[in-house]
């Protein structure tokens, strides 16, 4: 009986520990293996029907906007090439794929933009751990008879988003695009008889003009946004080159007139910013803030054109109408918009890497490009914008109306202890400019000699 | 002999998965973080470069990191004193006096305990918006006869708004524990002492305090420790990045800038100081032990 008893628990031990200790290694995994056949030790370097590829996307509003989008698109890529796929659709992607890729567990393909607070983009450009896909631009789009480049909006590739070490060879593929500006209530404007702005004299004379009615000039939903606002700031205050410069952190860009011009608009505006904007300035309150544009709080914010889907529920005041305009240029400077880009890439660490570039190029073709559009995604395909409805064809008409279009970010660093990312010393600290803790002297500072550093750990190919 | 050594291995086998685990799980990551804080790395990257002391000496002299540091001990002391303070209160009301729908109170102080954080975050969005219709701000504007709006989630305000919150969080969880501990103490040592002529507060400082006092200890020392788990929590959550960040928030940040050893050394910090500070506290809090 005794014995019988051990062997009991011995038996239920080892059972216990075998389970515990299986799963954590395991990730949550009820479809098949990859078949393991894009490593180098494949004789064939394009095998057609290879095993199913891996694909991570972000769920972003547009697939909010056409729930299934991605599944589609996924569907449509196996009819055409035969090859099954894997999707992985997540809100918080990093924080899904993160875990598992530092296993050594990575996806085939990954859909996540540059420019999101967990970095994840950001770390693999650092690391030097993304695919060089150069050759997919001249690949054959899968089912068509045009090529990748063919294809593609001239402009689009060969910037520090889709290029980043600047050595002419792109790693991470141009997806959805989209304008990005100020919006604003077009029916308010109407109703008071206001111009939209075109230059910032304007501007302040407006922002005079609204605060008697109790209207701010200026919001903005979080400090994130300033990654589109600000450079196209400076590009339409110092044209292209002086654009570069302060893109690479050239040394004594902040000190030339041009960036005194921008430091002042900036500045300026935030004592033109709606005083509740910074207490609602984060993750779970910034709906707040694009709120007040709907109440005619306040004039303007910078955002893209998914803010439509986005506040698509919202209540509004009467006769709301969206509208959107590029950044009035300075005294010199031209009118100019952002073109926000999302990235499609692949980790070099992925095993099906050929098939990757497969699926990547699968982007480009009429019937994704037709599938995506249901979701009010655009990708930089020519003639894109021909289909295009109601707010979405405004929007992306505002480059024929004379805006300059703004690509290109801060370029990469090397992570260094203590410097902070370019968030964090060029936009988080705007909040403290405007309710008045932190003065444009400080900021400006802040930014010089951090910019050195940022200057010194450039990461060149 | 042969029956104790039976005796003595069924033992070792109860305890091993429990030791097996906990070392695995716990002891091997603790000793790991030490480890990488000497290296650095990104997150992702599969080679690391051994940095030695580097990561440590750069830690001290960076104000974000030692300005999270004085935020991390502003909430550990005030969130402490003031939930230590409604909990003991209450719950002294609650087990001593006579009050109509005791288990109703019990009830409403302990559900924030049981709501997760993001619900959490959500109730106190609206109950801190900024403009008039937050609750707050609603509450004073009816108070005060004028438009009263304070940016709750800004500067200054902000670490104030997650004081608010954790303290209104916390309170029901140990209230409900020194409850049980209170219930314990016999009636009939408070009907000699008002025999003797002592009042309510004389019984509470002289009989219900020391008899709990232990309770209190080991609550102390728990809370301390999960208020630096929470104020990640609640800053992560409620306010927006770099407004009012606390240890975690920030290591939390470094690993989101591809630092992954700098992150690790500002762990080996955060660890340490938590490990001192309850040690500490154990320490200044020990007393003779009182039976009942």
Do not use: H
């Amino acid at each position: 009986m005794k014995k019988f008893l051990c062997l009991l628990l011995t038996l239920a031990i080892a059972l216990s520990l075998a389970a515990c200790g299986g799963a954590p290694q395991t990730p949550p995994a009820q479809t098949p293996p990859p078949a393991d056949s894009g490593s180098q030790d494949t004789p064939d370097p394009a095998p057609a029907p290879a095993g199913p590829i891996k694909v991570a996307a972000l769920s972003s509003g547009y697939e909010t906007a056409y729930p299934g989008m991605w599944q589609e698109v996924c569907a449509a890529f196996t009819a055409e090439t035969g090859v099954e796929v894997e999707l992985t659709l997540e809100k918080n992607l990093e924080d899904v794929i993160g875990p598992s890729m530092q296993g050594g567990d990575y996806p085939d393909v990954v859909l996540c933009a540059t420019g999101r607070e967990k970095g994840l983009t950001e770390q693999f450009i650092k690391d030097k751990l993304i695919a060089d896909i150069t050759d997919v631009l001249t690949m054959t789009v899968p089912g068509e008879s045009a090529s990748v480049d063919s294809k593609l909006v001239p402009g689009f590739v060969g910037t520090n988003i889709t290029d980043p070490y600047g050595d002419g060879k792109t790693y991470l593929a141009p997806m959805f695009y989209s304008p990005c500006g100020l919006f604003y209530n077009a029916g308010l404007f109407a109703e008071k008889g206001w111009d939209v702005p075109t230059t910032w004299d304007e501007m302040w004379e407006l922002g005079e003009k609204a605060k008697a009615e109790d209207i701010a000039l200026f919001t903005y939903p979080t400090t994130g946004y300033f990654d589109t606002f600000f450079p196209t700031l400076l590009y339409s205050v110092g044209g292209p080159d002086f654009f570069n410069k302060a893109m690479n952190y050239a040394e004594g860009v902040w000190d030339t007139d041009e960036a005194k011009q921008c430091f002042d608009v900036m500045s300026k505006l935030a004592g033109y910013t709606a005083k509740v904007t910074p207490a609602q300035a984060n993750d779970q309150d910034f709906t707040q803030n694009q709120q007040l544009i709907l109440d005619n709080k306040a004039l303007f914010m910078p955002n893209g054109t998914w803010i439509v889907g986005e506040m698509a529920d919202a209540p509004r005041a009467d006769g709301f109408e969206w509208g959107m305009c590029a950044l009035p240029g300075g005294a010199s400077g031209t009118s100019a918009s952002y073109c926000w880009l999302e990235q499609i890439w692949i980790p070099s660490g992925a095993s099906n890497i050929d098939t990757g570039k497969q699926f990547i190029a699968f982007m480009y073709s009429d019937k994704a490009a037709e599938i995506f559009a249901k979701g009010g995604a655009a990708q930089p395909i020519t003639g894109i914008t021909d289909g295009m409805e109601g707010d979405n064809k405004m929007f992306y008409s505002i480059y024929d109306n004379g805006a300059s279009a703004v690509m290109g970010g801060f370029a990469a660093y090397a992570s260094v202890p203590g410097l902070g990312s370019v968030r964090e010393v060029f936009f988080d600290p705007f909040n403290n400019l405007v309710s008045g803790s932190l003065t444009q002297d400080q900021w400006v500072d802040n930014i010089r000699t951090s910019s050195d550093t940022m200057r010194e750990n450039l990461i060149v190919s | 002999m042969r029956s104790s050594k039976n005796r003595s291995r069924f033992l070792i086998l109860c305890t091993a998965p429990a030791v097996i685990l906990y070392f695995v799980f716990m002891i091997l990551p603790t000793l790991n973080v030490f480890r990488m804080s000497l290296f650095e790395r990104g997150a992702y990257s599969p080679t690391e470069t051994f940095v030695g002391m580097a990561n440590f000496k750069v830690l001290i002299k960076d104000v974000k990191f030692i300005t999270s540091m004085q935020n991390t001990i502003l909430l550990i002391v005030t969130v402490t004193v003031i939930t230590f303070f409604f909990a003991i209160v209450f719950a002294a009301i609650l087990t001593r006096e006579k009050i109509k729908g005791q288990n109703f109170f019990r009830i409403v102080f302990y559900i924030p305990n049981i709501l997760s954080i993001v619900v959490i975050a959500g109730i106190f969005s609206a109950i801190y918006k900024p403009d008039t219709t937050g609750m707050l701000n609603n509450i004073f504007t009816f108070f005060a006869g004028r438009n009263i709006e304070i940016l709750w989630k800004s500067q200054p305000m902000v670490i104030v708004s997650i004081i608010i919150a954790m303290v209104w969080q916390a309170i029901g969880y140990y209230m409900v524990m020194y409850m049980a501990s209170m219930a314990a103490v016999p009636a009939s040592l408070y009907e000699s002492a008002g025999l003797d002529g002592a009042g309510r507060l004389t019984q509470f400082f002289q009989i219900t305090l020391p008899l709990i006092w232990t309770n209190i200890r080991t609550t102390l020392t728990f809370f301390i420790i999960s208020t630096i788990n929470m104020a990640f929590l609640f800053v992560k959550s409620m306010v927006a990045p770099g407004m009012s960040d606390v240890g975690l928030s920030f290591m939390y940040a470094q690993k989101d800038a591809g630092l992954y050893g700098y992150s690790m050394a500002a762990g080996v910090v955060i660890f340490l100081f938590s490990f001192l500070l309850s040690a500490l506290v154990n320490r200044v809090t020990e007393r003779e032990v009182l039976e009942m």
